[in-house]
């Protein structure tokens, strides 16, 4: 009985009871692996599950006095990368093709600018606003990366919400006034905006509009929210909120206003950003701002929670 097959990974026994029996009368001693793949019959065995996608984020790291670093990272806490210059950053963020990142910073004379730069470090560009905005503050790319979204004061003493082209040209003002408005967030299919707002209800009440700056909406009642943020699948926005006065959680909402839920339980957690089923966050569960503020991970129920950088001073997305 011949078995010829340079590849052959397990052998399936087809044959007679005589080829067997001549193989023993032969005196040899015949090991066989099967595998039962190969003979067309299934396993017993549950295959692995594939491993959990990989995401890059930006964020930022204390490099000294006043001065931050951007790195990209991925989710599997390899390739920490420097991206150009340290500078008096306070924001930063990836753009979702993963090719530029939206900065603010503020400069010499504590005017908040915001800008872009390739994430190879190449060609950054401190956008040109109108000087009655000096208060252009966390900026975010919209999905399609056509339009760069951010809360500027404006000369009509409000925090308004303004687009702008990664360029810097067509300036345009979402909101005008009327209260103050915070941390605009662009939901994954572009069509609505997070943020939030003076309210009679709450300080820094949750809302949404839509993407021209219509239809102004407060979620829900009594929500007091920072650095709102949609899911990867835009059914909830995740947010933090300090209503205790002494700590700061992550927390999930419907866009309905229903099925709040605390997700964290750390003494400052803040600044969430929603990369596929998880939702990455920096927090000071390891220490004190400067020298424990970390980002850490956790899936979007907040299941738990993971640890990504490990440096001995600040790491995070927003000062």
């Not at 595998?35 to 930022?60: D, E, M, Q, R």
Request: proline share 6%; with cysteine; aromatic share 10%.
């Amino acid at each position: 009985m011949k078995v010829s097959d340079k590849n052959v990974t397990g052998v399936c026994l087809w044959g007679t009871m005589q080829d067997m029996a001549g193989i023993f009368s032969s005196g040899l001693l015949l090991v066989v692996v099967l595998t039962l793949g190969s003979c067309g019959s299934s396993g017993s065995g549950t295959p692995p599950p594939p491993p959990p996608p990989v995401y890059s984020f930006a964020y930022l790291n204390h490099v000294g006095a006043n001065l931050y670093q951007i790195k990209i990272m991925k989710t599997d806490g390899t390739s920490q990368t420097p991206v150009g210059s340290p500078d008096n950053f306070t924001y930063v963020r990836l753009s979702n093709d993963g090719k530029k990142i939206v900065f603010s910073y503020l400069d010499s004379s504590n005017v908040y600018h915001v800008g872009v730069i390739n994430a190879d470090g190449s060609s950054r560009t401190n956008l040109t606003l109108p000087a009655a905005q000096n208060y252009a503050q966390y900026p975010q790319f919209t999905p399609d990366g056509t339009k760069i979204i951010y809360q500027s004061l404006t000369i009509n003493g409000y925090l308004d919400i303004v687009t702008i082209n990664p360029d810097g040209s067509n300036p345009t003002f979402l909101t005008n006034g009327g209260g103050n408005h915070f941390w605009p967030t662009v939901s994954p299919d572009g069509k609505l905006i997070a943020l939030a707002v003076d309210s009679s209800s709450a300080p820094y009440a949750l809302a949404t509009m839509h993407i021209d700056g219509s239809g102004l909406s407060v979620v829900g009642s009594g929500l007091t929210s920072r650095y709102p943020a949609f899911s990867s699948d835009g059914t909830k926005i995740f947010f933090n909120d300090s209503t205790n006065g002494s700590a700061e959680f992550i927390y999930s909402v419907n866009l309905d206003g229903t099925n709040v839920k605390q997700l964290t339980q750390s003494s400052y957690d803040y600044c969430p950003l929603a990369l596929g089923n998880d939702v990455l966050f920096q927090s000071t569960a390891s220490g004190s701002f400067l020298d424990g503020n970390q980002v850490f991970e956790m899936p979007s129920d907040g299941s738990g929670m993971t640890r990504l950088t490990h440096d001995a001073v600040f790491d995070g997305f927003c000062l």
